[in-house]
């Protein structure tokens, strides 16, 4: 057999084509199959075309039988130069034990020019084929192209802002993180995850593209038909192709491929308030204080830059949040068993001269391309970035949070917030980071009125690319490439890759360039942030929201959407954003600031979002320094909508702490569902995008028109009952039009068949610490047969190793039963039941154990 020796050539240059479609594609050779896996050569199939960079010569391609319903085809190039996503920083299945014959996906090959194709067996289907086009791979520039029936159903590719099913004309997702405030509609934002499902006649697939680079993924038809392609500004293609068949089943088998979402602490699922914008520790006091007068549920306070001396991370204004008053308050909340979180910002100020040094040290700082710290700037300044890669990033960052947050020492919060991790650079472009400033201060407040409950004194005190490498190569990145400017554009926001953030010829650690590894800059920030908290407090689950995020993100860390803004149409994006990262993008830990955060809201919408925000995961009213303020004790009606909320979600609060843990055992979708995850059968579900599940068993149909009271709902064919009234609803895949829907009500169904254990008087509660010393009752609500079923998880709330209970209930003919497994023991019992639909609506008296199973006729 004819063995080439020309390795030294991979990438060479010869002629340039005036067109991608006339570049030659490759050429199949050298097939090895067996049962469970297929590689083969691809070599290029004529003269090089070299239009957006130089085109490899020498490909490998590799496919993999993973499992029954993974597939795993990776082409890459032979001697192991071009940027992979290393393994350090996720490791994604390899291998695999299924076969050609017992896969439901089979995989097939044209040789010349090559292209592949995958096909669903069980229902023929080929849901991936790129025959349409050749395939380009330069070492700045990739293409692959997939024909697909007109019009798709597809979800996923964010972060992004627009409708919930994928736009199918002129339609491109650009995905390089990137601070975007406003949420701007079909641009690239804060996050990262290459991966979608489409739907086709109610059977679901999906397909993850695990790829790190910068790209535009295009959704357009042309002559011959409807399409979906890839443009990447480089890296290999890794693609993961899973078979459903049904939506959930897409999700379990995606979070199989990037991890389960961890899991919460109890808490967490409180509400929390927060602004940009408190001048000082008195009024973040203050509106502390001002939501318990109000009667309001405050869970957690939280604190963004303000608290920082002139904005420098790790640092404490002394006039306005002095260490001293900040441990006050810290006190203060944990004594009334609230919480506290800062945000932590990723570079290191110039002028924090203790951090910097201990940073630059440590070595742990990005470089440039000559060699020399990379400065950028930052709220603060000019500042550093910590380079992630770096084996010392672990000590610095785990030594700045134990000191800095140390419970004795320090300002002991119970998570942190990190933001700016895209990573973002106010100094790009500009030619002199030294000369970026800070903003001034706010005042020093000179009198202050006294808190009832705080401490008397609680006030501020006065004051070479075509040379073949001998060695196999580790896949950290393909020499002279033009980081800073390649030649394919994607459209990203500033035009440049290079816009806002840190110069992509940014070296880090270990060979890797920051053209390469920009996505996963948040993602990097997360792990060091956690294991920074770990080594804190061991036990306990730690709490990350992260503005910026990349697939697998989820397993470790919350997101928030973002500098949204205070408008009718951002409290309606927020619904799609979350199931976007609730059920697909396997980070359930999500929510949007409610309310909005820039601009002014106004008390008709603030009223709305506090009682959508009750169905967020994540319930926080944050807030911009230059708007309105907008805690909800400041008008009458949102009060009452907040408490209204508030007191629901309590009641609710084990039945989705439950469906959150659901998730994060097998990635079950459980916590933020979109309609079509439910019903896939129903077509008209695959359009909604404003109504969704929250856990499995409720339908949430919030008003959708401002200043409307009314709402044209769908109900598909199914049993529901309306959650406030408990009257059963017939389901006919149907709208219906609800009307007379005050500023404090939302429309929220039960479905048919389940059974929802609710904390007996969570209106009377102020905290989720208290509301889990209460007891429980069920409500029942039959399917159509008369069958009832629900579940119950119940752990101590905080520990990463609780024992736990797993308890379900079912019920039939009267008959109540509890099963389960019972590890964690409890006092507290289930003491009424209430059966939805009989007519009488009678409530139950009982006095029934959690700690063991029993049955009772009721
Ligand atoms: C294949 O591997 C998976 C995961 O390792 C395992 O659960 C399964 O039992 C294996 N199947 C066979 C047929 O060996
Ligand atoms: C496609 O979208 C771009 C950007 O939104 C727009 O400028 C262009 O006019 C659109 N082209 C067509 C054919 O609609
Ligand atoms: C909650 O209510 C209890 C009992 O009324 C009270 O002692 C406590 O201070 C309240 N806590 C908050 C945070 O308002
Ligand atoms: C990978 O190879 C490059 C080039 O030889 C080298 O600079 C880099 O240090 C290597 N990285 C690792 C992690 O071995
Ligand atoms: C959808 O229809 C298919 C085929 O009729 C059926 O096998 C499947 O169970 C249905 N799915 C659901 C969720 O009802
Ligand atoms: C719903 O409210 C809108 C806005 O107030 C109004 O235009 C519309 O007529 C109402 N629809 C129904 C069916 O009441
Ligand atoms: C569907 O249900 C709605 C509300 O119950 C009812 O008004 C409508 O007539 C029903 N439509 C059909 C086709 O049964
Ligand atoms: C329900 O109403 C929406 C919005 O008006 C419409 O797009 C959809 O087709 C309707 N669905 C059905 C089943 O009539
Ligand atoms: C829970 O219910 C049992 C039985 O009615 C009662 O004895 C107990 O006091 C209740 N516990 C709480 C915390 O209300
Ligand atoms: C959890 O594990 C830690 C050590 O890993 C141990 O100290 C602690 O007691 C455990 N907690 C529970 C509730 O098992
Ligand atoms: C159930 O208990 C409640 C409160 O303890 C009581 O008011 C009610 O009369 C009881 N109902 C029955 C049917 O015993």
Redo the contacts with the bound molecule.
């Keep these: 057999m004819f063995r080439r020796v020309v390795h030294s050539l991979l990438f060479l240059s010869t002629a340039v084509a005036v067109s991608i479609d006339a570049c030659p594609g490759y050429n199949a050779s050298n097939v090895v199959s067996t049962s469970s896996r297929l590689t083969a050569d691809l070599n290029l199939a004529g003269d090089a075309c070299n239009l957006y960079s130089r085109d490899a010569h020498y490909l490998k391609l590799l496919v993999e039988m993973q499992t029954d319903s993974r597939l795993h085809v990776k082409i890459y190039d032979e001697v192991l130069e071009v940027y992979q996503i290393p393994s350090s920083f996720l490791e994604v299945p390899s291998g695999g034990n299924s076969t050609q014959d017992s896969s439901d996906l089979s995989f097939s090959y044209t040789s010349y020019p090559f292209s592949f194709s995958v096909q669903r067996k069980s229902t023929g289907d080929t849901i991936f084929n790129s025959s349409g086009s050749n395939l380009v791979f330069e070492s700045q520039y990739v293409r692959l192209r997939t024909q697909l029936p007109d019009d798709p159903y597809i979800y996923g590719l964010g972060e992004d802002s627009d409708r919930f099913r994928r736009e199918t004309k002129n339609y491109t997702r650009t995905l390089w993180n990137m601070g975007n405030p406003g949420l701007p509609n079909h641009e690239n934002l804060y996050g990262s995850h290459p991966f979608y499902l489409e739907m086709r006649n109610g059977q679901a697939h999906g397909v993850f593209l695990w790829n790190s680079n910068g790209m535009d993924i295009k959704i357009d038809q042309d002559t011959n038909g409807q399409y979906l392609e890839y443009n990447i500004n480089g890296g290999v293609l890794d693609f993961y192709f899973v078979s459903g068949p049904q939506p959930a089943d897409v999700s379990r088998q995606y979070a199989n491929i990037i991890g389960t979402p961890t899991a919460q602490s109890y808490w967490t699922y409180g509400f929390h308030q927060c602004r940009y914008g408190y001048q000082d520790v008195m009024e973040v006091a203050e509106v502390v204080y001002n939501y318990s007068i109000a009667g309001i549920p405050l869970e957690t306070m939280w604190t963004d830059i303000d608290y920082m001396d002139l904005r420098r991370t790790w640092t404490l204004d002394p006039d306005r949040f002095p260490l001293e008053k900040m441990q006050e308050l810290v006190t203060y909340l944990h004594d009334h068993q609230q919480q506290y979180i800062l945000m932590v910002d990723p570079p290191v100020s110039l002028n924090d001269s203790a951090s910097w040094e201990n940073a630059v040290q440590l070595d742990v700082l990005m470089k440039n391309s000559s060699g020399e710290t990379f400065v950028g700037g930052m709220w603060p300044g000019p500042v550093g970035y910590v380079d992630w890669f770096h084996p010392n990033a672990q000590s610095f960052w785990s030594g700045q949070i134990a000191s800095f947050f140390d419970d004795d020492n320090g300002v002991g919060v119970d998570g942190v917030w990190i933001d700016m991790n895209e990573p973002a650079n106010f100094c790009a472009p500009c030619s002199n980071p030294y000369s970026e400033t800070a903003p001034t201060p706010p005042d020093v407040r000179t009198s202050w009125e006294p808190l009832p409950g705080f401490p008397a004194d609680f006030q501020p005190p006065s004051s070479s690319f075509t040379e073949k490498?001998d060695?196999q190569?580790?896949s950290?990145g393909l020499?002279g490439r033009d980081l800073d400017n390649p030649p394919y554009k994607i459209q990203a926001k500033y035009g440049t890759l290079w816009g806002w953030t840190v110069w992509p010829s940014a070296p880090n650690y270990?060979?890797y360039e920051q053209y390469d590894i920009h996505n996963l800059y948040a993602s990097g920030m997360i792990s060091h942030t956690r294991k920074g908290l770990l080594d804190r407090r061991p036990d306990e689950r730690p709490f990350i929201i992260s503005r910026s995020t990349f697939s697998g993100d989820g397993a470790q860390s919350g997101h928030w959407t973002g500098d949204n803004d205070s408008k009718w149409s951002h409290y309606l994006l927020s619904i799609v954003q979350h199931q976007e990262f609730a059920s697909i993008f396997q980070m359930p830990m999500v929510g949007s600031d409610v309310c909005g955060f820039n601009q002014d809201t106004h008390v008709n919408l603030c009223a709305r979002w506090a009682m959508l925000g009750a169905w967020y995961p994540f319930y926080r009213n944050h807030n911009a320094n230059n708007a309105v303020a907008q805690e909800f004790y400041l008008w009458p009606l949102v009060t009452e909508a907040a408490k209204k909320a508030i007191s629901t979600r309590f009641a609710l609060l084990d039945y989705f702490y439950t469906a959150f843990y659901q998730q994060t055992v097998d990635g079950s979708p459980s916590t933020i569902i979109p309609l079509f995850f439910q019903y896939p059968n129903d077509t008209n579900t695959l359009d909604i995008s404003y109504q969704f599940f929250y856990g499995p068993s409720i339908l949430v149909s919030p008003v959708t028109i401002e200043d409307a009271t009314n709402v044209t709902i769908y109900l598909p064919e199914d049993t529901f009952y309306d959650y406030w009234s408990g009257q059963r609803i017939i389901g006919n895949g149907t709208n219906i039009t609800l009307t007379d829907i005050g500023h404090t009500d939302i429309p929220v169904h039960i479905r048919g068949g389940s059974i929802l254990p609710l904390r007996t008087d969570a209106d009377t509660v102020n905290t989720t610490a208290a509301l889990r010393n209460k007891n429980f009752t069920l409500l029942i609500a039959p399917d159509n047969s008369g069958r009832a079923a629900g579940y119950l998880h119940l752990d101590d709330g905080k520990s990463l190793n609780s024992t736990s209970s797993d308890i379900n209930f079912s019920y039939e003919n009267g008959s109540l039963a509890l099963g389960g497994t019972f590890g964690y023991s409890t006092d507290l019992q289930v003491i009424s039941a209430k059966v939805l639909g009989d007519g009488s609506g009678a409530t139950f008296n009982l006095t029934k154990s959690l700690n063991k199973p029993w049955v009772v006729n009721i």
């Design positions: 490498r060695a190569g580790n950290t020499p270990g060979g």
